[in-house]
């Protein structure tokens, strides 16, 4: 008897002990999370914070921009962003519009917009067709950001 209620009480703290299940994880609530990490990240743009944007990546992360090479780590990405100090994003937006979440990893896929100040406006040529008397069409548009001086 004495060893059936020492085997009880040492049951009934080994079950005290025990960790308890991780909290049930809710999809929807973490794809909100990674909504408001975008929205964060686009506030930051908006803000030209450089610093702060480049400390949104982890410490092997990258930033892609065109065909050239990724930018890898932070502080390249904060020595990339600093060369666009002189522009001035008036608005910015960013649309998910499909995000995904694995296991610690999240992946969006979607859209953005910006209207950008250059720092030294921009070159534009136009070539125009006159198709008609007095009614002209563009043939050929093009804008390019001025070199620096």
Not at 26 to 33: I, K, L, W
Not at 94 to 120: C, N, S, Y
């Amino acid at each position: 008897m004495r060893g059936a209620a020492l085997a009880l009480a040492l049951l009934a703290a080994l079950a005290c002990a025990a960790p308890s299940p991780p909290p049930a994880i809710d999809p929807m609530a973490r794809q909100e999370e990674l909504l408001a990490a975008l929205a964060r990240y686009s506030d930051l743009i908006l803000r030209m914070d450089s610093a702060a944007l480049a400390g949104t990546f982890v410490a092997d992360g990258e930033t892609v921009d065109g065909d050239r090479p990724p930018i890898r780590g932070p502080k390249a990405i904060q020595a990339f962003l600093d060369t666009f100090s002189g522009y001035q994003v008036l608005e910015n937006r960013m649309h998910a519009e499909e995000t995904r979440i694995q296991g610690k990893g999240g992946r969006m896929t979607g859209t953005f917009w910006q209207r950008v100040k250059l720092p030294d406006g921009a070159a534009v040529t136009a070539d125009w067709v006159e198709v008609r008397p007095g009614s002209w069409k563009l043939r050929r548009m093009a804008t390019v950001a001025k070199p620096p001086a």
